[in-house]
């Protein structure tokens, strides 16, 4: 999506031959070494220089004509080999898939906005995504995705990518506005309704002198599609005479091929979102500048469920024993067919002193907060419709939860003119707290905490120094090495339930991660690249602790977990052709120790928790194409191709893995989309998505994949037309999943949904 580059790239060429007739080669031979496979001069400031790794990006204008985008993460759904899994406009769990890391693993991989840490590496899994809501499209300037874990600058949970997000401050007055609607008519099973909602953001900025400033505000109100469903194994007990007989469930397959019946429509979820950031920067010297950012997000969710059940007067029933479901008895819970509610109020402080003198020496000192203010989530015990006005329930509470880094980064360049040399290094520290407690409540709507009922607590820390040398020891050649050596520390971990609070011993360990690459300037227009690294990646608070208690014994974790260990490797490379770019990479990581959840099969009682399963290896290619004018003026085209082959080689707890595929990593990924701009006023839109077959379940016995609980192969079609109402304003309509596509990552994504978007920029 880096069409923008291409322009720049022909431009700076053209440039660059006119200088260099006037000044001989060395301007030429800067300008053709390889550095990052696209010039330096288009990577955003959040972007180590000398990258050894591939990456692709997109800028704020091809946002604004190309993707539909309500949510932030919307902006990266055509970049290669990335998948997020959005299950609805204003989901909170979008976890970020790779070329190697599906969407199970959310601490494998990173996100950043202006080098503030989004990603929420508290634990690895759907209930810990990155916290995009703390950026909204308006301040973006450009979004850049690194693969892999080649640089030194980057923790060992850059296995799959970086996510960095670079946003803009302004340099005169300005302001902006956005509005959208939008709008699903969906069906499943026995739901038939429509969902949507809307979205409206303000925005201003300015500068005066030394001092710039941005505030802008957000607010979302969705509606999402049923993100689960009540279901029942196939009763083999036959009725009675004196059962109540219940009409209304359906019958399918769960994603074993396992026949059941589906009860109901749950977790129908609306949600209320309200961001505000307020950032500032003041110029100290015209080298040296300060930051801050106050950010503050809130959330209120309904998590809502519609019963498909009727009783013999036709009345909807949430609850039940001994139910004629088709001839056969059911027992239903209180529980089965629930609601909840969620409040959230989280806040990100960040505080920055840097020089940006590009001369011989550049430095910045960061630290970032974030902090769960406030983040409940209440549910009943008691059945519906009786839940509907109180009653006993129970309240978990995450208060208090969050964390903090510290990041002091140099860069020393020696011999600027000749630039054989660029040493980038630095320290970084982080700190992350978890604190989850479950109480029972008196009135689960309103009502206060009551008895504790369990709670998991405990805090990680590392220490980091890194150092990489970007050297250029000849003409067309550059050789980058660099380390990484992390003090990782796990303590004050501890497990509770109504009456006993067990504590676990403190862990410290140290480990180094060497990276290394090579760059080649084969020709003018052929640049080539070999890349070489190691990572680790620490478990998690979460993957530690989460647990219980059985006899005054914690059971169901393993506070002695290993970290995950990648060795990773990619070659690549990339050709010019004028009006574009061609990339192919060949990539290989194998990962030891890898953290899922399984069952060990050779103790007995079988235990299954959190463990580490002993080898994944994923190799595959990557081919990336970015063109402008293709074919005709005003025609622009991307599109990439991703083969993974991701299997399980190695697993002594769990024999009957070995062999399988790597759970949401599919063997195929392609993305392609072309814009067409007939005048400066108007722009069409067509792009599609592909994913091949994913599995849930690390024995891959999930084999029946279009249902809920599946994960699907999907080819969704997306379409947008922007245009320039006035020179202020523009309005804009788009469709997700234009072809109606029915598809699953065991929740069910949405089906057809038209966005309607008019922006005001001043």
């Not at 979004?143 to 997000?165: K, L, R, T, W």
Request: charged share 20%.
């Amino acid at each position: 999506m880096q069409v923008n580059n291409v322009r720049r790239r022909a431009s700076g060429r053209a440039v660059l031959a006119a200088l260099a007739a006037l000044s001989g080669t060395a301007a030429a031979e800067s300008e053709t070494q390889l550095g990052e496979m696209v010039i330096q001069g288009d990577k955003a400031p959040s972007i180590p220089r000398n990258l050894p790794a591939v990456s692709e990006g997109i800028t704020a204008a091809q946002m604004d004509e190309t993707v539909n985008v309500v949510n932030t993460e919307d902006a990266l759904k055509y970049l290669p080999s990335l998948q997020i899994r959005k299950r609805f406009i204003g989901d909170t769990n979008g976890i970020v898939a790779s070329r190697s890391s599906g969407t199970l693993v959310s601490a494998r991989s990173l996100v950043y906005a202006d080098n503030l840490l989004l990603s929420n590496l508290l634990g690895n899994s759907f209930a810990y995504p990155p916290r995009w809501g703390l950026v909204t499209p308006e301040e973006i300037e450009r979004i850049d995705v690194i693969y892999g874990p080649f640089s030194a600058e980057y923790p060992g949970n850059a296995m799959g990518a970086v996510i960095a997000m670079t946003t803009r401050m302004p340099e005169k007055f300005e302001a902006h506005a956005r509005t959208q609607a939008f709008r699903q008519n969906y069906k499943i099973y026995g739901t038939e309704e429509s969902y949507g909602g809307y979205q409206a953001s303000a925005a201003l900025g300015s500068r005066a002198g030394a001092l710039s400033w941005w505030a802008s505000f957000n607010h979302l109100d969705s509606e999402g599609q049923p993100m689960a469903f009540a279901t029942k194994a196939l009763s083999t007990t036959p009725a009675v005479g004196g059962d109540p007989v219940v009409t209304g469930a359906r019958v399918d397959r769960d994603a074993s091929g396992a026949q059941r019946v589906v009860l109901g429509a749950t977790s129908i979820t609306r949600t209320i979102q309200d961001h505000a950031k307020l950032k500032l920067a003041y110029d100290v010297t015209p080298q040296l500048q300060a930051a801050y950012t106050l950010g503050w997000w809130q959330n209120d969710s309904e998590s809502k469920a519609v019963s498909y059940l009727r009783d013999a007067a036709g009345n909807p029933l949430y609850s039940g024993n001994n139910l004629n479901i088709g001839g056969f008895r059911y027992n239903i819970g209180n529980t089965d067919i629930s609601r909840s509610l969620g409040e959230q109020e989280h806040w990100l402080h960040g505080l920055s002193l840097k020089t940006r003198t590009r001369g011989e020496w550049d430095w910045e000192v960061a630290a970032s907060l974030y902090d769960y203010g406030t983040d409940t989530t209440r549910a009943p015990t008691v059945a519906l419709p009786a839940a509907a006005g109180g009653g006993a329930g129970r309240i978990t509470d995450m208060g208090g939860t969050g964390w903090h880094t510290i990041d002091l980064r140099g860069q020393w360049r020696p011999g600027l003119a000749q630039g054989s040399h660029e040493l980038s290094f630095g320290y970084h520290y982080d700190r992350y707290v978890l604190d989850s407690r479950v109480f029972d409540t008196a009135d689960w709507l309103s009502g206060s905490a009551g008895a504790r009922r369990t709670a998991f607590a405990g805090k990680t820390a590392t220490h980091a120094v890194y150092a990489q040398d970007a050297w250029k020891f000849a003409r067309d050649w550059k050789l980058t090495l660099g380390g990484r050596l992390e003090r990782w520390q796990a303590y004050d971990g501890s497990i509770s339930n109504q009456t006993t609070t067990l504590g676990y011993g403190e862990r410290k360990e140290t480990f180094f991660s060497p990276k290394a690459a090579l760059s080649f300037q084969a020709s003018p227009l052929w640049a080539l690249r070999a890349s070489l690294a190691r990572a680790y990646r620490m478990p998690t608070v979460a993957e530690l602790y989460q647990g219980s208690i059985n006899v005054n014994t914690i059971v169901n974790n393993d506070p002695d977990l290993k970290p995950e260990r990648a060795l990773s490797g990619e070659l690549t490379a990339e050709r010019d052709l004028g009006n574009g770019l061609l990339r192919i990479s060949l990539f290989q990581e194998n990962a030891d120790d890898a953290l899922y959840s399984q069952t060990n099969v050779t103790v007995t009682p079988t235990v299954t928790n959190i463990q580490n399963v002993d080898r994944i290896r994923t190799r595959g290619v990557e081919l990336a194409y970015q063109g402008v004018d293709v074919g005709i003026a005003g025609l622009d085209l991307n599109g990439s191709v991703t083969y993974a082959d991701s299997e399980i080689v190695e697993n002594d707890k769990a024999p009957a893995t070995v062999g399988k595929r790597q759970p949401r990593v599919p063997r195929w990924r392609a993305t392609i989309a072309a814009t067409w701009r007939p005048s400066d006023r108007l722009s069409y839109t067509l792009a599609a998505r592909y994913s091949g077959r994913q599995y849930n379940t690390l024995t891959n016995t999930d084999i029946h994949a279009d249902t809920y609980g599946g994960v699907s192969e999907f080819f969704v079609v997306d379409a947008r037309v922007q245009y320039k109402v006035a020179k202020q304003w523009k309005a804009a309509l788009g469709v997700d999943n234009l072809n109606n596509r029915r598809y699953y990552v065991a929740h069910p994504y949405p089906q057809r949904t038209v966005v309607a978007e008019l922006k005001f920029d001043y």
